[in-house]
Structure formats: C-alpha cells, structure tokens
C-alpha cells in the first residue's frame, strides 16, 4: 500500500498537519506532517537550499539526533524565555532537538556554483558546531537559509522569514503551513485524534463513560496526536479506555475479515460541531445514525464524499497557502472570543432587545409600507434574506428604523453554526485537550494525589500507634477533601456553553464585526465548513433511513458492508478488464461492459 494517511471522517481533514515556525517562536512552535507531538521539525535537506528566494528572510537552525519523550511534545524548558539572537552576534548555538532523525542521502546535484562552501569550509563549520556549550545554557541562533553550509551531514530546521516563505512550492512530501498565515492557538487541535470503538463481549461501564457509551454499541477512545501511515502501525491513544490504546482507527474497509474490529477516526473538535448540527436538526445527538453513517460509506464511499476543494484526499495532504484555515480550531479562538465579548451589552442599563439599531426616519408621503403597522412591516423582514433587508431600507424609509431582535433573527437563521447564539451544550472535556497535555497534567494529579494519601498515611500510623482514633481526624478529613478536589481536577468536567444573552446582545454590531474580520477568523470560517459537511451527513442519515439502508436503534453489520464493497471492486475489475480486452474502444462506461 505504502504511506496513507488516515483522515476525520466528519471533516475529511487528514491528521498529519505540519507547521512551519516563525522567527520568533519556541521550537515547540513547529512541526511536521508526523504530528504534534513527535517533536519533529521541518528539515531543510541539502538540496533545498534554494526553495525560498533571499529577499523571504527565511533561516535555518542546526538540529541534532535526540530521541523525543513517550509523552511529550516539545519539552523545552527554555521556551518561555525564548529570545531570537541573529546569527551575527555568534552566540553559541543550540543543538538539542526532541525527534529521532534518520540519517539524510540526499546529495547535491547541479553546478558547482549551487554549493555554498567547500568541504574544508563544511568540516571547519561542523568543528565549530560540535565544540560549543552546552545548549540548554544558550538561546538559538539562526542562520540565513542560503548562508548555511550544504553540508550532509548537518540536518536543519527551517524556519519561515515572513509571508513569502515558498518551502511548500517545492516540498510534496514534507508539506506544512507558514506560521505567519496561522498561528499555533488556531492549530490547536488539528492533528488529535479520537475514536469511536466497537464494544467487545465483556464490555462493561465505567464511571466516566456517557450515556450514549453505556447504551449504544461503541464507546469513545482515548486521545493521539500522531497518526502514523495506516500500512505501519494504529495510532497510540492516552489514556487508554476499556483496555483499547491502539483502536483499529480507518476511513475504509481494507480487510474485510477485520471489518467488525475497526473504529472510526474524527477531530473531538468536529464531533462537537456535529452535535449541534444534528441538535438544531432532531433536537438530539444522533451518535448512531453517524456510527452507521460511517459503516456504511465504509465500504468504498469515503472518497466520493463532497468536501471543500481545500481538503485534498492526496497520499500526502497538500499545505496550499491561502488555505490554512482547514487546519483551524472550529470551536475556540481568542479573536472570536473578544467579538463576542464586545457585542455583550449586559451590563448597558439603556440596552433592550427591541432597542433601535439606527434612528428613526420620516417616512415620504408616497411610501405605501408607511400605511402598515409596524408589527406587520416586522412580519415581512422576517421572510427576507440580509441582502434584501438592505435594499429594501434603500427602498423604503419605513423599513430604516430596525431593532436588535431582527438582527438576532437573522443570526439564527443565516447563520447557524454560530451556536453561541442558540446552542446551551457545553463542551466535552475532550475537546479542550490533546494527547500529550492530558498525559503530563494526568500524570502531575496523580502525583499530588499520591503524595495527599501518602500524609493521610502517616497520620493514622500515629493515631493507631498512641491508640487515639480522633487524633488528627481534623487533618485527616482537610486531606480527604483535598484528593477529592483533586480527582475532580483531573476529571476534566464539560464546561458550560458560550451562550450569548439573546437580549442583552448588541447583534447588529455582532454580525458587522464577524464580516469585517472574515478572513481573520480562521476558525470561524473552517467551523462553516465542517457545519456543511454534517449537514450533508445528517441528510444521507436521513435517507438512508429511508431507504431502509439503516434501521433506528440497530447497528449496520461491518463486515456485511466490507464483503458488498469487495464484491463491487471484483466487478469493476472484471468490466475494466472486458473494456481493455477489446482495445479500449471509446469512453469507458461502467454499465456497457457487464
């Protein structure tokens, strides 16, 4: 098969999502297509020293060999104090790096002008990089991509100089987005993976399962941030729920005899727009109608399904600049987070929901809407799209005098994967985090948690030792209360949902600061795109049912579907081959070679 990545099958985005680091920014900063949490980096090979042109301001950084931690992303110590020094300055230079590289082959082909130094000069600069400090002492210095040495057995980081960075004009392979198109905060997320995960036949419920997990037939997994090649290996998931780290996690039905084993891959980020989009449909979250959704489309209908020309299902996903906003958080972001929190007038004693957005206008004499009541001239906004609302105020002074309620009708209903405006479901505890967060803060409670009963411990050995059951029972008690508080902590409880006053909203001001920054909210504009990639789920739901493809309350049989779909390729084949027999007469068509 060779390398393929596995996708969310909500949103059709693949996992493994590279980013290339600014010049300003730690290492943890950037990374590529291997995911988040591999520590690996974007590596400038010897024969690429002239994909960005000088005038980009592009650099590179030595890195070395070191292994990256189990359960870590990047475990800098140093970031936070983090200061760019030019490479003019001759600072020593940091040589650690948290990925285990493979030695690099490559050689430089061409004319002798396209090497930047001699060997002599390559071995003079490799002496002088082996002999410095120790690096944790000593901030990074970068280089100008085409003053650095090609030099084989260097491997370095390249680092984005500005907007003109070109690395993904000549890199199909080690593809990733410029971090001054996107920043790490609206990346958030994109490269975790989680599972829905057929129950085997000793399942049993545990305490911090949902409701759907206890009654339906799959369960969710624990999280990853690395997606490795489907032909290597399942991707590793923390923590490990009901037994399963490694789920069976596919798009499609490969081995059709481990059909019934396989789970299905998905953004938690995706799952949570998925479930306002069938809440604001059924008034529910159909989690089985998306399970079987996916076990029928299994088969061989992945591909086939309508997405966003931005998410390209090649073997490698292609980083195309002007379309980073696939790889954007739908769910948070702080620029809407403060358009939201702006358009909040709850503490304005003036502001009221039939409030008037603009001033009232005389009306001419011969403007027949002026002969309505105003209730009624409501009633006929309430049937017109925004584009019409305005031409019609430019028709009729009638219509000028317009309240905030219209323009919170107009949200809902143009708008809907805004579900700050309507939604009251709070987030899953698993869209807030990825895999190598919730290791390290998992790990640190246990750790507080142990040291609580550790004390707890000692004071009863010294009740029990004087014979004083009520010694300490106070302390005691204050620990007890402590490793429960604790334990909540570590639980990571749903949080509420950002829902806006309907009536405390300034919703004019809301819809022109969300227009004016179109193209900054990156994830504003990606949740769009998912919210109509799940409608178009939902309506296959729902004629599916129809058709009786799909039965409520019952599970679509996998391996059934994976046998239909191999049925299907053998028959394809063997009309492809009658068509080839025959020499290719004309354009193929499926149905005339039975």
């Known amino acids: 098969m060779g390398y393929s990545e596995i996708a969310c099958q909500i949103c059709g985005m693949s996992f493994n999502i590279g980013r290339i ?47 990256a931690p189990e359960c870590a992303i990047a475990d800098d110590e140093e970031d936070d104090d983090y200061v760019h020094r030019p490479s003019a300055e001759l600072d020593p230079y940091e040589y650690d790096s948290h990925h285990e590289s493979e030695p690099e082959n490559d050689t430089t082909d061409g004319d ?103 009654s339906g037939k799959f369960f969710l997994s624990g999280l990853s941030d690395h997606s490795p090649s489907r032909d290597m290996a399942w991707p590793s998931v923390y923590p490990s729920r009901h037994d399963c780290d490694q789920p069976c996690a596919d798009n499609s039905f490969y081995d059709t005899k481990a059909a019934e084993e396989h789970a299905m891959p998905f953004h938690p980020t995706c799952l949570e727009v998925f479930k306002r989009a069938s809440i604001l449909r059924s008034g529910a979250v159909d989690y089985e109608g998306l399970i079987n959704w996916w076990l029928i489309e299994a088969g061989d209908q992945f591909y086939k399904f309508p997405r966003d020309p931005a998410v390209n299902n090649e073997q490698w996903f292609q980083h195309v600049a002007g379309n980073e906003f696939v790889a954007a958080n739908p769910c948070f972001g702080t620029k809407l987070e403060s358009i939201l929190a702006a358009s909040d007038r709850t503490g304005d004693p003036g502001f009221a929901y039939d409030t008037p957005v603009f001033g009232a206008l005389h009306s001419t004499s011969d403007d027949v809407f002026a002969r309505l009541p105003r209730e009624r001239c409501l009633m006929i906004l309430d049937h017109l799209e925004s584009r019409d609302i305005a031409n019609l105020r430019l028709a009729s002074r009638s219509f000028y005098h317009l309240p905030q309620s219209l323009f919170r009708s107009l949200t809902l209903r143009e708008m809907p994967w805004l579900w700050e405006a309507w939604c009251t479901l709070g987030y899953s505890k698993w869209a807030y985090h990825m895999a190598s967060e919730l290791c390290r803060r998992i790990e640190q409670h246990d750790e507080v948690i142990n040291i609580i009963h550790q004390a707890e411990n000692i004071l009863r050995e010294e009740a029990y030792t004087v014979q004083d059951e009520g010694l300490h029972q106070a302390a005691i008690h204050a620990l007890q209360q402590a490793a429960a508080d604790e334990e909540d902590e570590r639980d990571y409880p749903s949080r509420p949902a950002p829902l806006q006053a309907a009536k405390k909203t300034d919703w004019y001001r809301l819809r022109c600061e969300l227009a004016r920054n179109r193209t900054r909210l990156l994830g504003l504009r990606n949740r769009r795109r998912i919210w109509t990639d799940c409608e178009e789920i939902l309506d296959r739901i729902a004629r599916y049912r129809g058709e009786g493809t799909m039965t409520l309350g019952q599970m679509v049989d996998a391996r059934e579907v994976a046998e239909a779909a191999d049925r299907q390729r053998i028959e394809e084949n063997r009309r492809w081959g009658n068509y080839c027999q025959v020499g290719r007469p004309g354009n193929y068509n499926y149905d005339d070679w039975a």
Not at 43 to 48: A, D, I, L, N, P
Not at 145 to 156: C, I, L, R, S, V
């Open 21 to 67: 680091r600014t010049l300003t920014e730690p290492r943890s900063s950037g990374w590529d297509y291997s995911g988040y949490s591999t520590g690996g980096f974007i590596r400038r090979h010897s024969k690429s020293s002239r994909f960005c042109p000088p005038s980009s301001g592009c650099m590179v950084v030595v890195r070395g060999p070191v292994k």
């Open 112 to 214: 002798d002008d396209t090497r930047s130094c001699s060997s002599g000069a390559s071995e003079t600069y490799r002496a002088f990089v082996q002999s410095l400090a120790s690096p944790a002492a000593h901030p990074e210095v970068m280089i100008p991509e085409h003053d650095a040495p090609e030099d084989e057995a260097m491997t370095y980081e390249h680092i984005a100089g500005g907007p003109a960075c070109e690395w993904n004009r000549h890199s199909y392979v080690e593809g990733a987005f410029n971090g001054h198109a996107i920043s790490v905060e609206e990346m958030r997320g994109c490269t975790t993976l989680q599972c829905f995960v057929p129950k085997d036949d000793d399942w049993e419920s545990g305490s911090d399962d949902q409701e759907f997990e206890t």
